[in-house]
């Protein structure tokens, strides 16, 4: 525990032992760690954008750093995500820990997105890296190890060791298909998790694995992917999800979303990291009261199991037609940042 910790939780012991000593009917809030919980931002497309002459600004109009930005805005963790081999270099190994090296000097934590691919892995698809493309099953499993031992190694040679990694990316039916497709092979999902997961601990026992599957409100899907990855033997710390409701229909979709939270942790016994959120960016007010309401379910389950909440790439603006960032067309945060400042 840090010194701040301890100077809170001496402050709070002091004060009440002074309510009981005097009688005093003060009711005490739980005491909660703002360091704890995340609120988080995925800002992968960062380096592109400034490499593209993209410009960041702060509610005022100041011109600044975007993870600086993000940081005032009460972001303290930022999301980035690993690819093998890209084509234009974007989200490679040295793109991916220079990102990192910005976060960890801003005093960020660090979540490692592993899609496994040299481009976009989502429930749609899942390729392989062309690399790995010919390999038998036991290599890929064993390729899969060495490259996230490799890749965890080289943030470590820097400084940085993450506290989050997402083994796979909106793994819904496995990874690496057709090997890992877990309606068909749910055994060698499960084993590439696990080689993802020992390839971590190897780097570091603090580092927390995510398997992370996208709508977080489809509590038969959740059930399915982690029953049987639970049946096969497969090692994670953490349940992960995505939620992206529309401005219409959030209330519905964050309600379905604590039910399977609350059902997932009480089943696996693993806390829940939401780690992508978005909305349309036209929608920004509607996006804040989606936000904070989902942060505040997220604080409700038992035992301190709800993780954070992570934003993909708020930063985007007028960028590759992507309608759902918090930023407006002239580089500023939207109201939706709100909802992390409290």
């Given at each position: ?74 972001v303290?963790?930022?999301r ?30 660090i ?8 481009s ?37 040679s ?135 309401d ?48 409290n």
């Amino acid at each position: 525990m840090k010194t701040s910790s301890l100077a809170i939780v001496s402050v709070f012991i002091l004060f009440s032992s002074a309510c009981k000593k005097s009688g005093s009917n003060v009711q005490l809030p739980p005491m909660q760690d703002s360091a704890f919980f995340a609120k988080g931002a995925d800002v992968s497309w960062l380096s592109q954008m400034e490499a593209n002459n993209y410009s960041f600004y702060d509610p005022n109009g100041n011109k600044n750093d975007c993870l600086q930005i993000l940081k005032g805005l009460g972001v303290n963790s930022i999301r980035l995500r690993a690819w093998v081999n890209p084509s234009d270099g974007w989200c490679n190994t040295k793109d991916l820990v220079e990102k990192a090296t910005r976060a960890k000097n801003l005093g960020l934590r660090i979540m490692i997105d592993f899609h496994y691919s040299d481009s976009w892995a989502d429930p749609g698809k899942q390729n392989k890296p062309l690399a790995w493309d010919s390999l038998s099953t036991p290599d890929l499993v064993t390729t899969l190890h060495d490259y996230t031992h490799h890749v965890l190694d080289t943030l470590r040679s820097n400084g940085i060791i993450p506290q989050w990694v997402q083994v796979g990316n909106e793994t819904n039916d496995g990874m690496l298909w057709e090997d890992g497709r877990a309606s068909t092979h749910m055994s060698t999902f499960a084993n590439l998790v696990t080689a993802g997961y020992n390839a971590c601990k190897e780097i570091s026992d603090s580092i927390q694995v995510i398997v992370h599957i996208s709508n977080g409100y489809d509590n038969t899907l959740f059930r399915w992917v982690f029953d049987g990855l639970t049946a096969n033997g497969g090692k994670f710390d953490i349940i992960g999800m995505s939620l992206y409701p529309s401005s219409s229909g959030w209330q519905s979709l964050n309600t379905q979303c604590l039910s399977n939270m609350t059902d997932l942790a009480s089943r696996y016994g693993k806390p829940i990291m939401i780690s992508e959120v978005g909305m349309d960016v036209t929608a920004a007010a509607d996006c804040e009261l989606f936000l904070k309401d989902l942060i505040t379910k997220a604080k409700s389950l038992p035992g301190n199991k709800g993780l954070g909440v992570f934003y993909w790439e708020p930063e985007a603006y007028n960028w590759k037609g992507y309608p759902n960032g918090a930023f407006d067309i002239n580089g500023k945060p939207t109201v939706a940042l709100s909802a992390f400042s409290n």
